[in-house]
T-cell receptor, first 111, second 114 residues
């Protein structure tokens, strides 16, 4: 059974810092890996989707990578801003339509 | 842009009531999902549907049922609400296999059962 883990559960950084959020999964037969952002009390916003045949995806200041052999994905945020403060969730597609979610990393970017 | 809407942002119901949560997507997606999100437990899949009138149980279907009579609409039904169903409910949709299942979420419904 696929399990997805995100460490740390919370992270606080000063504005302008480059940072990396980590996601690990137990089953390398992952179909895709999706990163989401969630603001308090709100739904999830899709940030990046990496298909199993890809190694990374980029959108603006965000870059996500996928290493199936090591069971890891990372989300790199460049030049962090206070508006980046949110909870970031990763989720792995597991060979059907379903996603398995990690519990998220709560990011705080301090001005 | 894909838009997924949910009928209510906040809902307060009494124990034993029948509760309907509605979700509508406007992008002709085949797949639709209902999750609940609780502190410390993350998102858990309740039910999903891959076609009209088709449904499959997720990880925690007990106490819930679903209905999908039209492609764009997926309803979650709490037959007899209980306090342990107080939670944030999130609906999502995705296209078929051809697009690698990228899921798009609605804004969520915060349900409180008293």
């Amino acid at each position: 059974k696929q399990e997805v883990t995100q460490i740390p559960a919370a992270l606080s950084v000063p504005e302008g810092e480059n940072l990396v959020l980590n996601c690990s999964f137990t089953d390398s037969a992952i179909y895709n890996l999706q990163w989401f952002r969630q603001d308090p009390g709100k739904g999830l916003t899709s940030l990046l989707l990496i298909q199993s045949s890809q190694r990374e995806q980029t959108s603006g200041r965000l870059n996500a990578s996928l290493d199936k052999s090591s069971g890891r994905s990372t989300l790199y945020i460049a030049a962090s801003q206070p508006g980046d403060s949110a909870t970031y969730l990763c989720a792995g597609g597991v060979g059907s339509e379903k996603l398995v979610f990690g519990k998220g990393t709560k990011l705080t970017v301090n001005p | 842009d894909v838009k997924v809407t949910q009928s209510s942002r906040y809902l307060v119901k009494r124990t034993g009531e029948k509760v309907f949560l509605e979700c509508v997507q406007d992008m002709d997606h085949e797949n639709m999902f209902w999750y609940r999100q609780d502190p410390g437990l993350g998102l858990r899949l309740i039910y999903f549907s891959y076609d009209v009138k088709m449904k499959e149980k997720g990880d925690i279907p007990e106490g819930y049922s679903v209905s999908r009579e039209k492609k764009e609409r997926f309803s979650l039904i709490l037959e007899s609400a209980s306090t342990n169903q107080t939670s944030m409910y999130l609906c999502a949709s995705s296209l078929s296999l051809a697009t690698s299942y990228e899921q798009y979420f609605g804004p969520g419904t915060r349900l409180t059962v008293t």
